[in-house]
Nanobody, 129 residues
Framework: QVQLVESGGGLVQTGGSLRLSCVVS?????????????MGWFRQAPGKQREFVSA????????NYADSVKGRYTVSRDNYKNTLYLQMNSLKPEDTAVYYC?????????????????WGQGTQVTVSS
């Protein structure tokens, strides 16, 4: 069972930037376990359902973004460091949420949360006016 740990959240003013990280572990018998997984970022604001933010294919060749963050967020991965990243620029108050990273071996629709089998505990992002 792969384990995911997010970090990098915090409090930032409107227009500021944050970079989230997600470290993958738990598959010690594999040299670079993250390389097997497609990875995604989701977020959940108070009173709302979890929503798709961004995803990246197993080799980083394909990326996808929600319309609400496209042009402001950039997803990337380093399989040798077992780390997924989300660079967030031009942050807005509506970006305030708990951000989760997720991993999938078999997903065909990476914008659907039900396709992911492993999840982190989340990191809080708060954007103030």
């Amino acid at each position: 069972q792969v384990q995911l740990v997010e970090s990098g959240g915090g409090l930032v003013q409107t227009g500021g930037s944050l970079r989230l990280s997600c470290v993958v572990s738990g598959q010690s018998f594999i040299s670079h376990p993250m390389a097997m997984y497609a990875m995604g970022w989701f977020r959940q604001a108070p009173g709302k359902q979890r929503e798709f933010v961004s995803a990246i294919s197993w080799n980083g060749g394909l990326t996808n973004y929600a319309d609400s963050v496209k042009g402001r967020y950039t997803v990337s991965r380093d399989n040798y460091k077992n780390t997924l990243y989300l660079q967030m620029n031009s942050l807005k108050p509506e970006d305030t949420a708990v951000y989760y990273c997720a991993a999938s071996l078999k997903a065909s629709r990476l914008d659907r949360d039900v396709e992911y089998e492993s999840w982190g505990q989340g990191t809080q992002v708060t954007v103030s006016s």
